[in-house]
């Protein structure tokens, strides 16, 4: 029997000193209710927390633990680095070889930037794209996510969501002002928003498959009509990549649904689990950044040589093995059905959408296409879902906004224990 009285009690003394006790919002369990769970360690999928309670990992730390917990390679390569201190804020050899293979394996770029996270990548992105084409205003996707950064806070999707503040208070009405938003997979909506605003829209930017609002795909055509659009106004195509990112496959988004992108956000992954966002495209683009160019963009720890050495190994790890990527196909395509079995057998209505090794339930009989079918889903049962799992030992994303990422250390046997504790959970659910 599961019990949470370490977790209790650092969740008591985390209040007191940090804002709801957590660095991250949605990590403090408030849409599912109870106690957050303290994590002690991980190793693989296997995640340990400090009451010395054991759960199958379907966060993977929201994506970048793509190869599972503690991979010893990366962990070896970073214990290795740090000998040579943390950080020195001047160019190293390392930033190189980083950059070097990112270009290798993600198409249609030339040149990359990093930064410290995945906010930063699409608020720098968004920044690029109005000073390369002299235009202010952007459009967005409701229950689309990228990060915290202002302008993004219109109708977003992950955290903000879940506290039902798509629109934070502290963004100006002038940011706001220049912030459009469209419904995703509704490209009627897009056409109408430029035509309303001809001449006037530097970017769109857009998770091209969508993690922040529960797992949710392009429809057929849609990012093909975005990039028509476009190339027709002379608009950026931002594709946000911070979760599809050598996630979908070592080319991405753009790689797996054969559309091209002009800049791409990375995170996560490319740090192996360390801080590190980036953003990249073409020399033509990328070389309006300072100091080639006026664009403004900086960062004291960009390119950190221990962040650097562990997303270097692992990127070169998934380099050295596509098969990974089938391999974390079929054992999500595995889930899937065993999943849509046991659902089926138990009455609930339910949808599952999944791409790759991305994947979610969603406790609804409509179709999941965007934020509004999305959240549909986002009802009484989720939570109680979510509690049974976490009871059985399968720690599922606490909020009914984000989508599982699973990763290849994974077993079959791990699988099998997750359709049999949701066939469990959902007969306590009756
Ligand atoms: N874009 C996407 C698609 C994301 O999923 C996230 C984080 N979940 C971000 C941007 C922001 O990244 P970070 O939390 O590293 O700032």
Redesign the pocket.
């Known amino acids: 029997m599961y019990q949470y009285k370490r977790s209790s009690e650092l969740f008591t003394e985390a209040n007191k000193y940090i804002p709801g006790g957590v660095n991250?919002p949605v990590r403090a369990f408030n849409s599912v209710g109870g106690t957050p769970v303290f994590i002690k360690k991980a190793k693989g999928s296997i995640l340990t927390d400090v009451d010395g309670n054991e759960y199958i990992d379907y966060i993977s730390s929201?994506?970048p633990m793509i190869l599972g917990h503690a991979y010893p390679k990366v962990i070896d390569a970073i214990k290795a680095k740090v000998e040579d201190s943390t950080s020195f804020g001047a160019p190293t050899e390392l930033e190189i070889d980083i950059a070097k293979l990112i270009v290798d394996m993600v198409p249609n770029i030339d040149k990359v930037r990093m930064v410290n996270?995945?906010?930063?990548?699409?608020m720098s992105a968004i920044r690029v794209a109005r000073g390369y084409t002299g235009r202010n205003k952007f459009i967005k996707f409701e229950g689309?996510?990228?990060?915290?950064a202002d302008s993004f806070l219109i109708k977003a999707g992950?955290g903000a969501s879940t506290f039902g503040v798509p629109n934070s208070p502290g963004v100006t009405p002038g940011t706001a002002n220049d912030t459009l938003t469209a419904k995703y997979n509704n490209i009627e909506e897009v056409k109408q928003l430029v035509t309303e605003n001809k001449g006037e829209i530097a970017a769109i930017i857009v998770?091209a498959i969508?993690?922040?609002m529960g797992c949710v795909l392009p429809k057929k055509g849609f990012l093909e009509d975005l990039r028509e659009l476009c190339d027709k106004e002379e608009i950026l195509l931002i594709f946000?990549?911070?979760?599809?990112g050598f996630r979908l496959g070592k080319g991405g988004a753009q790689e797996y649904f054969g559309v091209k992108a002009d800049l791409i956000?990375f995170?996560?992954v490319i740090g192996g689990g360390m801080?590190v966002?980036a953003y990249a495209g073409s020399s033509k683009i990328m070389d309006i950044v300072s100091p080639v160019g006026p664009v403004y963009q900086a960062g004291t720890l960009s390119g950190n040589p221990i962040a650097m050495i562990a997303g270097y190994t692992l990127l070169k790890e998934l380099n050295q093995n596509p098969q990974i990527y089938t391999e974390l196909a079929d054992k999500t395509e595995y889930l899937h059905k065993g999943l849509d079995k046991v659902f089926t057998e138990s009455g609930f209505d339910y949808k599952i959408n999944r791409c790759g090794s991305m994947i979610s339930i969603f406790f609804t009989d409509i179709d999941v296409v965007d934020f509004d079918t999305a959240a549909t889903a986002n009802n009484e049962k989720f939570p109680k879902f979510f509690h049974e799992m976490l009871k059985r030992g399968i720690y599922l994303p606490p909020s009914s906004f984000e989508s599982y990422f699973l990763s290849n250390s994974l077993t079959y046997e791990m699988l099998d224990k997750t359709i049999q504790a949701a066939k469990e959970s959902l007969e306590a659910m009756k």
């Open positions: 991250s929201w994506g996270s995945g906010t930063e990548a699409c689309c996510y990228h990060g915290h992950s998770e969508a993690g922040n946000d990549e911070v979760m599809s956000t995170g996560k801080p966002g």
